[in-house]
């Protein structure tokens, strides 16, 4: 019993991390997220320094359309202080991961 309940505990915090993990907040105080829409992205942050666009599928010998995997670079300065570079990625338009790594701490 003390183990089950301990494996939920252990699952629920890791689910909690992800979903705090998964964001950024700008200098003027908005807040990037995952969900977010591509075009909020645009509002918030502006035109990204680079985009890469990747499309994943598998070859089945049919044609099918693969998924579409855009990452968005950008130079931005955070709410607690800094520069970041700070990397979007978005499937099917919305945002799904943030990563970010303060510039002078590489």
């Known amino acids: 019993m003390k183990l089950s309940i301990s494996i939920i505990v252990l699952v629920l915090l890791v689910f909690t991390a992800q979903a705090q993990a998964c964001g950024f907040r700008l200098a ?3 807040l990037l997220k995952c969900g977010m829409p591509r075009i909020e992205v645009l509002a918030l942050a502006g035109q990204p320094e680079f985009k890469d666009v990747e499309t994943l599928g598998v070859d089945t010998g049919e ?3 693969g998924e579409t ?3 968005w670079s ?3 300065k ?7 570079l700070v990397s979007v990625t978005l499937i099917a338009g919305k945002v799904t991961a943030i990563h970010r790594k303060q510039l002078g701490r590489l």
């Open 28 to 30: 003027d105080g908005k």
């Open 63 to 65: 044609p099918v359309s």
């Open 69 to 71: 995997v855009e990452t």
């Open 74 to 76: 950008y130079r931005l």
């Open 78 to 84: 955070a709410d607690m202080g800094g520069d970041y």
